[in-house]
Every structure is written in structure tokens, then in C-alpha cells.
């Protein structure tokens, strides 16, 4: 049996971050029926032992998606699919054991689980980890423990983890104020992309200060960052033709643009903006 497309699954995870022990909530006969044909195929492959499935089937009784809740089930399948090295059901065991969700709290099964995730190709798990231990979430924090997580993932071309260890070192989370450090992580983090990382480049550049003041450097900043859908970026270019710095003046075209901003985080309301980036 051929695995269903993700497209499928839109509904049945929607509603898994709805309310759901809540009895008075009901959906349409469309939604429903939608639910019970997804909950029945996901099923259906699981016994197959496909671990996708599997840990789809896992998410239905841990939600009541479909059918009713019931942790032995839910664990049941997380636990198979994880033997199967499926990442995301051992980030989502990790989770149960680090919030004791399901399952007991247990802070050494939970960091096992998420090593085990990572070396097994989570890309995006690390920096997670680094983000727990920085904020102390279900662990006690610790920057030291926080840094190695990041210091991984920026091995590994995480972008986030390049911005991570940048804030560390700019705010000196890390002992000394070491901007040097900082700057680096960030240029690392917009060499991949990371549209935070060249927003960040773009203010540095144009108040100066941790590095040299050039406006047209930093107006070359907010155009890439605005490329890499960064919204506020649109925010300083219509600052910069507004008072005309760098570019020709436009200031009717760019209070205009300015105003739909503001009303709206729609990426259509900037529109006005990308003929000149």
C-alpha cells in the first residue's frame, strides 16, 4: 500500500493542536468524514509497518484524532516507529519524557532520545537542544551545555544555530563580549540564507557602532534580507526612500506602502516595494 501525500494529513495535525478534550467541539460531516477515511488509511499502513504510519497512528491516540485517546497506543507506536529510526517519533518520545507527557518525566531517557535523533539525521534537533538548555525548558539551564548543542548544529549548517552563538557572544552570554565571534556566526547565518541573520547584518551595518557605519551597506542588507521574505526589511528600505538615503526619494510611494504594512502582515501588502529590491 503506497504511503498517503502529506496534503492528506492537513486536517488530521491541524487538529491535533485544537482542543480537542473539549466534548462540545464538533466538525462538519466533511471534516469528519475527511478524519475517519485519514485515521482508517493511516491505520492500514501501520500494519504494514511503515514507521511513518506508524507514528501518524501514535499521534491519532495521542490526540484522539479519529478515535479515542489511549497512551499505551500512542506510546505503542511511537515506540515502533522509533525502533525503526524514524526521527520524528523519537523527538516526539524525547518530548514525552522530558515533559512527562503519556509517560513518567525522565530527563536521562528524554536526552538519549534527542542524541539519537540527531545522529540520525534530525537536522533542526540540536539547535532544539541548545534552546532547551539555554532556557532551562524541563532541564536545568546551563549556557556551557547550551553552546556545545549549537556549536554542533552550526557544524552542521544550521543557520539558527549560527544566530544562537552569535547572540551569545554579542551579549556576552558566554563571559566576555566577543563581537568579532558574533559578526562571524552572522555572516555564516546569511550565507545560508537565514533572513533574521542578514536583518541583523543590515542594522549593524547602518548604525555602526560593533562595525563600520555604511549606509549602503546596510541598504544592500535589507535588500537581500527582504529577498529572504524578512518583512521588516521592507521596513527599512521605506525608510531609506522615504528620506531619500542611498536611493532617489519617493515618499508618497513609500508612506503608502508603509500604511498597508501596518494593517496587514499579508505578503501581498508589500508588493509596492519589490520593483526596487
Known sequence: MQPLEPQTLELVFWMAHRPLQKPEISFSKKQQKIVDETFCAIKNDAKARIPAREYELGVCYQFGIGTHKSAIKALKYFERADTANYVEATKSLADLYLYG???????????????????????????????????????????????????QAAKNNDSEAHCWLSEMYMHG???????????????????????????????LSLYGGICQQSDSQAFRFFKWAAKCNSIEAYYYIAYFYFIGLVV????????????????????????PLQSYI
Open 173 to 203: 552570554k558566554l563571559g566576555q563580549v566577543k563581537n568579532e565571534k558574533g559578526i562571524y556566526h552572522l555572516y555564516k547565518a546569511a550565507k545560508l540564507q537565514n533572513a533574521d541573520a542578514i536583518l541583523e547584518l543590515g542594522k
Open 101 to 151: 507527557e503519556l509517560v513518567p518525566y525522565n530527563l536521562e531517557k528524554a536526552l538519549e532520545l534527542y542524541e539519537k535523533a540527531a545522529s540520525n539525521g534530525s537536522n533542526d534537533i540540536l539547535h532544539i537542544l541548545g534552546k532547551k538548555w539555554y532556557y532551562g525548558i524541563g532541564v536545568k539551564s546551563s549556557i556551557e551545555v547550551a553552546k556545545k548543542y549549537f556549536k
Open 248 to 271: 532617489e526619494k519617493m515618499s508618497h510611494l513609500l508612506l503608502s506602502a508603509l500604511s498597508m504594512l501596518q494593517s496587514s502582515m499579508n505578503a501581498i501588502v508589500y508588493m
